[in-house]
């Protein structure tokens, strides 16, 4: 077969943005190991060799028990998770900030049917009080019955849970019969930056299921949803199917978490889009009328300053607006993300201030 294409280059590759590490393109390691997985024929559907050799990878990271399953994206494995933790009269607590609430158009509640009962946290985390804010009404048909809760890691407001944190939420939900759903679509951020194994704030600390992201930190697509609770959570595969995330070529999608999990891959990428972070935050704190209004623990930067300037610093350099009422911007980093990438854009910065 020839190696040629007719496809045809249509960007710039020396852009950057500060919008979205998922801006990023792919990493070479996780291309080289697409290209070994092609060529011959594979059982589709998850029944190839890499699939199953993903188990393993899985079971190191998270503990024998652990099951992984493979899907398309962040959404669709937020939605296949939760759904295996509720009845049909089930609700979830989440932090306002969720992504699960402000970002999935939806999901949630109208393809899994799942009411999401909301508590505005100052940091983008649940705490065990803020919690019992919403955990009430077991017994009352006319409420949705709250039987799960979801946490973010790292969080929409770029902080992190400790292990200690993520285990006492853990614990009060459980002792109120509600099970943990982990956010994990920045998981490998966290562990960058608490410097520990992922089972200690996830398996160890009492989580059920979790959604672990890969896009986020070089994968071409996909997620994964990973049971660590098998007692009690159950019929994902089935979940899986009926979500319209099965992969028929799911063979693809394994051997880029094996790339990315095997090895130390995953924390070489989340650790250098975290210091990216760190060197953009000392670069800005310098700078006279920004300030920086969030502790900077992963990869993201949040940032006022007049939104005039933001304007103009948007027609050079993607990024989003994250309040408009109040003009706070973030300000992403990826693995790809270079200290020239970094320096350019704080002198950008610096010089629309200037303006």
Request: hydrophobic share 40%; aromatic share 8%; charged share 25%.
């Amino acid at each position: 077969m020839s190696n040629t294409t007719d496809a045809v280059r249509h960007h710039d590759p020396e852009t950057r943005g500060f919008a979205s590490d998922n801006y990023a393109g792919v990493h070479p390691e996780i291309l080289a190991a697409i290209a070994l997985a092609n060529g011959g024929h594979q059982i589709a559907y998850g029944e190839d060799q890499y699939t199953e050799h993903l188990q393993s990878v899985f079971k190191r990271h998270f503990g024998d028990r652990a099951e992984a399953y493979p899907v398309f994206n962040g959404t669709g494995a937020n939605v296949v998770a939760l759904q295996a933790l509720l009845p049909r009269w089930g609700a979830v607590i989440a932090a306002e900030s969720a992504h699960i609430n402000v970002d999935e158009c939806g999901a949630p509640e109208k393809m899994a049917g799942i009411k999401l009962h909301l508590v505005p946290t100052p940091d983008g985390k649940l705490t065990p009080e803020l919690i019992d804010r919403q955990a009430y009404g077991w017994d009352d048909e006319h409420r949705a019955s709250p039987l799960a809760v979801s946490i973010t890691q790292s969080t929409e407001l770029g902080t992190l849970y400790t292990a200690d944190e993520v285990k006492a939420i853990c614990e009060h939900a459980h002792e109120r019969g509600m099970l943990v759903h982990m956010d994990g679509s920045r998981l490998a951020n966290a562990a960058a930056t608490l410097g520990v194994p992922f089972r200690e704030f996830t398996t160890e600390a009492g989580v059920d299921v979790l959604s672990f992201g890969g896009t986020k930190n070089g994968l071409l697509f996909g997620e994964a949803v990973v049971v660590l609770n098998p007692e009690r959570v159950r019929n994902i595969k089935y979940l899986r199917k009926m979500s319209m995330q099965l992969a028929s070529k799911m063979r693809f999608v394994s051997v880029q978490f094996e790339a990315l999990l095997t090895g130390d891959l995953w924390l070489r990428n989340a650790g250098h889009a975290n210091a990216m972070a760190k060197r953009l935050e000392t670069a800005v704190r310098g700078i006279d009328g920004i300030t920086v209004v969030r502790p900077v623990q992963a990869n993201a930067v949040f940032a006022i300053l007049p939104r005039e300037v933001s304007e103009r610093l948007q027609k050079r350099y993607r990024f989003y607006f994250w309040n408009e009422h109040t003009g706070e911007v973030r300000w992403m980093t990826a693995f790809d993300t270079t200290e020239e990438d970094i320096d350019a854009f704080a002198a950008a910065i610096a010089e629309e201030m200037a303006r």
